[in-house]
């Protein structure tokens, strides 16, 4: 990255927000991913050691929005969606089309959510907000999570899981676990040198 916080390989002409701290090996492919980057926490996004950021990845960052990525962790066209806080652990894989969100941004009420999207016809953005408590994520070490599923808030996901693609993950996912479907429930077992046993479920 050069002094003035831009990508050498670069194709947007964008810059990397002064609150996102990199490693000296740090791989972002391109400023587009921070398009949607509001967060004005001193450090609103940190990449470990030996982390990468690719095409199609999106920090949408809320003004109180942190997001930690640990070392050697891979991000591919994911979408980060953070108003509180998300971490994301070493050596975690994350694949295109994930939508990892720690907040609704709009209320469950019918009335309150009408309101907040007349209030977004008129402000310059039409951006619909609303005072929505975000739940944190994390995502422990060496986790997999498959394309095109979404994390809600308030998951933790324990070390060396995999979430299945396509699943909606809305509870705390086991260590050494697989989950898939929607809702993403735990499928099989794993230890630290891969898979032991399937789940019965006729028990």
Request: charged fraction near 20%; hydrophobic fraction near 40%; proline fraction near 6%.
């Amino acid at each position: 990255m050069s002094s003035a916080r831009t990508l050498p390989w670069d194709w947007y002409p964008g810059t990397i927000p002064d609150n996102v701290v990199l490693a000296d090996d740090t791989y972002i492919e391109t400023s587009l991913s921070f398009e949607l980057c509001r967060s004005q926490a001193p450090v609103g996004l940190r990449l470990g050691r030996g982390s990468a950021v690719y095409k199609d990845t999106m920090f949408d960052l809320g003004v109180h929005g942190r997001v930690e990525v640990g070392e050697y962790a891979l991000i591919h066209g994911a979408r980060i969606v953070c108003d509180a806080e998300l971490k994301i652990g070493n050596y975690t894989l994350i694949s295109w089309q994930v939508v990892l969100m720690d907040t609704y941004r709009l209320p469950f009420d019918l009335i309150e959510r009408r309101q907040a999207l007349e209030r977004a016809a008129h402000t310059p953005t039409r951006s619909p907000s609303a005072d929505i408590p975000a739940q944190p994520i994390w995502i422990q070490d060496n986790v997999w999570i498959g394309f095109d599923a979404c994390i809600l808030p308030g998951v933790t996901i324990g070390e060396g899981a995999i979430v299945g693609a396509r699943s909606v993950v809305t509870q705390d996912v086991p260590p050494y676990t697989v989950v898939a479907g929607n809702p993403a429930r735990v499928v099989r077992h794993l230890d630290a040198g891969g898979i032991t046993r399937g789940i019965d479920h006729e028990k």
